[in-house]
């Protein structure tokens, strides 16, 4: 049981020993299926986890400037790079230290080839592959009018001069067999580049971290595409699965309204603000000790404390053993992956503080926030 006492409210606390069972998890499969394993930026940037998530993955992926420049300052190792634009002001900066880039459009390619041939860095083309298991259209990259990837019928016989990869991100907290069906309308749709190209990025969204994921399935779908291809280098590049369920976010109730209906706990964090997922996905977060309630039983609905009218979880409310008091801690699971990463600090509002449970026990605290966090944003 976590000593919630010792750590400030509202806090992100990642478990650095949940870390490391997933970091060993998923170099186990790189191994086995002898492929490369990456971290997704977007996903999980918590850098001060760095040291460690080195030791397994050799290298990140970034999509923008500035998680390319935090990838070479605090990651090191193979620098990919995939942004759906490049600019060519930014351009000279975000290559440096970048091994493979993938372009989003032929356009693109067009624009950026040569500055991209005078050096050393892998060029590929993001691809369309026109199926995803993802069923919410904002995670869904592969819709018939997605503008993400280029699509088999744009690319003509043969691939660019100079494209050495390519690269498909169609899956979102996937399991094996979408990536099996991926594989499959790869080999349909551009089997033809394959035998052209040195390697094949299959982007994020494996989720094999979870309890459910079926890693044999997932080693038997890598080996035997690597026997078909055996030229080629595989990459895997998962966010979330890095970071699923490695922590939470601690909370405090500071306010309990009672309504005709469930009491309304208010607490000092937000769901638009700092769980955007909730929201956005939208889904129910877990709450240590709480469950859906029955029929019958009281309960309480969680709510943020900015002003939006809509920042409370509307998914669904909680049952709690012991009714809630003003004080009491509210522990939201799994809350590391696409948290911190996707913050704001609408309405004002105090950014949670970072800290890391030690596998000895013992608490962290890597970083609060202050008014000149909210105010340096600002002009
Ligand atoms: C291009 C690309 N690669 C990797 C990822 C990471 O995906 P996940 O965190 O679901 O594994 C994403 C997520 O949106 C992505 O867009």
Known sequence: MTDYSQIPSPCYVLEENKLIHNLELINSVQKRAGVTIILALKGFAMFSTFPIVRKYLKGTTSSSLFEARLAREEFGGE????????????????????????????????????????????????INPEYSPVEQDIYNPSSPLSRLGIRAEVLGDKLPEGIEGLHCHNL???????LARTLEQIETLFGHYLPQIKWLNLGGGHLM????????????????????????DIYLEPGSAVAWET???????FDLIETSGPTIAILDVSFTAHMPDCLEMPYKPRIRGARDPQEEEPTYRMGGLTCLAGDFMGMGDYYFETPLQIGDTIVFEDMIHYTMVKTSMFNGIKHPAIGILSSDGSFKLVRE???????????
């Open 247 to 253: 922590g939470v976010l601690r909370a405090t109730v």
């Open 79 to 126: 620098l990919h790079l995939y942004c759906p634009i490049y600019q060519e002001n930014e351009f000279p900066d975000l290559i440096q230290g970048a091994t493979h880039i993938s372009f989003n459009s032929l356009r693109q390619w067009e624009q950026f080839k040569e500055k991209t041939l005078s050096t050393q860095i892998s060029p590929g083309l993001r």
């Open 209 to 232: 971290t979870a309890k459910s994921y079926d890693i044999e399935h997932l080693i038997q779908v890598l080996t035997s595409f690597k026997t078909r291809y055996p030229h080629l």
């Open 369 to 379: 926030f202050d008014y000149e966090d909210y105010k340096s944003r600002l002009s």
């Open 172 to 178: 979102c907290e996937s399991n094996s067999q979408a």
